[in-house]
């Protein structure tokens, strides 16, 4: 059973810098297609970036496009997203979600594992 745990939330100034981790328990998150969601108060949950498993290919959601960033550190058990210049409307929880597939996964029915979510604020 793949158990997936994120972190790095908290609350930060628009324009501000977040980190994101995503660490597995009982998998080697090499070996999965990995999707970061997020979903803000009284919205649906929204796709925001996925990485792919066989060759890293990776995707954005066109509102973060050139400020998040997605990749898989030395572990090999570990993805991050990495936000810079974070808009109050990134304000959500941030949820991680796992694969095993090779393919660059789009869609939250896609990802089999799911965290419980991190929560992010962007605020002044």
């Known amino acids: 059973q793949v158990q997936l745990v994120e972190s790095g939330g908290g609350l930060v100034q628009p324009g501000g810098s977040l980190r994101l981790s995503c660490t597995a328990s009982?998998?080697?998150?090499?070996?999965?297609?990995i999707g970061w969601f997020r979903q803000a108060p009284g919205k649906d949950r929204e796709r925001v970036s996925s990485?792919?498993?066989?060759?890293?290919?990776?995707y954005y959601e066109d509102s973060v496009e050139g400020r998040f960033t997605i990749g898989r550190d030395s572990t090999g058990n570990t993805v991050y997203l990495q936000m810079d210049s974070l808009k109050p409307e990134d304000t959500a929880v941030y949820y991680c979600?796992?694969?095993?597939?090779?393919?660059?996964?789009?869609?939250?029915?896609?990802?089999?594992?799911w965290g419980q979510g991190t929560q992010v604020t962007v605020s002044s």
């Open positions: 009982g998998a080697t998150l090499d070996d999965y297609a």
């Open positions: 990485i792919a498993s066989t060759d890293d290919r990776t």
């Open positions: 979600a796992a694969a095993s597939s090779p393919r660059l996964l789009f869609r939250a029915y896609e990802y089999t594992y």
